[in-house]
């Protein structure tokens, strides 16, 4: 099921006023990939301050949706890895405070370097990934 689809079913089929929306929790969907369709759908939201896709199977950033006033991002128990985490992160939402990636894949500081950029990030948790037991006592 799509995203989209997703949400109206859980709004009892009516459409939703996106505007009104600064909280989008999709925990515990089975998603893997957002699909453009979703993403063009989630943009909509451009009040969204808070996303939440953990325990989704995401595999990859691809087609997240742009959000300029999202503040915080939760991510965790999905399948993310590779360099590009960071960098995508960084690039669709600038205006982070906290960011939860716990229990993915990330092994290496390069996977999250992109992150560097966001000057407002106050919180990230890494918790339970492989780069946990890389860093030891450092993370």
Known sequence: MSIKAAIIEKNEGEEVEKAEYTNLIMDDMEIKT???????????????????LNSTKLESLDNMPKLERLERLELCENQLQGNSVGEAIATLYPNLVTIKLSSNKIETVEDIAGLKKLEKLESLDLSDNPICNTLGEEY
Do not use: N
Not at 34 to 52: M, N, V, Y
């Open 34 to 52: 957002i699909s453009a369709e979703d993403k063009d759908f989630l943009e909509g939201f451009i009040e969204c301050q808070f996303l939440s």
